[in-house]
């Protein structure tokens, strides 16, 4: 094959470009190794600076302080029209969350509680039982 680049054929019969000096090799991998090879040394100079990293310190805190003005406001609208914000839905999930967990606890004491009811019937049953077959072995 006399082509830079030429096709192939993939498992499933899709047709793909790829590198004829190197098979099943992207043709676009080199375009994309040669940016990288020049554009990293540049920008790793610039990345390990105290400029760079101050810089996303500052950018970091000052999204985190809008992200709260932000919901602050939309907290303030929503509540004008009566409507329930992200930190109600969290609230009353967690409410919820406690609930179900009280109720599971109740339902297992009560399981529990039948469970010891139903042993002390049959307990009582069983020793009923053979007071009853020795008083007819007496009377007879």
Same mark, same amino acid.
């Given at each position: 094959?006399?082509?830079?680049? !030429?096709?192939?054929q993939?498992?499933? !019969?899709?047709?793909?470009?790829t +590198?004829?000096?190197?098979?099943?090799?992207? %043709?676009w991998?080199? /375009?994309v190794?040669?940016?990288?090879? =020049?554009?990293?040394?540049?920008?790793?100079?610039?990345?390990?600076?105290?400029?760079?990293? $101050?810089?996303?310190?500052m950018?970091?805190?000052?999204?985190?302080?809008?992200?709260?003005?932000?919901? *602050?406001q @939309?907290? %303030? /609208?929503?509540?004008?029209?009566?409507?329930?914000?992200?930190? +109600?839905?969290?609230?009353? =999930?967690?409410?919820l969350?406690?609930?179900e967990?009280?109720?599971?606890?109740? @339902?297992? *004491?009560?399981?529990?509680?039948?469970?010891?009811?139903?042993?002390?019937?049959?307990?009582?049953?069983?020793?009923?039982?053979?007071? =009853?077959?020795?008083? $007819?072995? $007496?009377s007879?």
């Amino acid at each position: 094959m006399t082509e830079s680049v !030429g096709n192939s054929q993939n498992r499933n !019969g899709d047709s793909t470009m790829t +590198d004829a000096k190197k098979p099943g090799r992207p %043709w676009w991998r080199p /375009l994309v190794d040669e940016i990288d090879r =020049r554009v990293t040394p540049p920008v790793n100079q610039v990345v390990r600076t105290n400029m760079f990293a $101050d810089t996303v310190s500052m950018l970091t805190r000052l999204e985190v302080r809008l992200r709260r003005r932000i919901e *602050r406001q @939309s907290t %303030w /609208l929503l509540h004008q029209y009566n409507l329930p914000a992200a930190a +109600d839905m969290r609230r009353v =999930r967690a409410q919820l969350a406690a609930v179900e967990a009280r109720l599971r606890d109740v @339902s297992e *004491r009560l399981e529990d509680q039948q469970r010891e009811a139903e042993a002390e019937r049959a307990r009582s049953k069983h020793t009923s039982g053979k007071s =009853r077959v020795s008083a $007819d072995i $007496d009377s007879a």
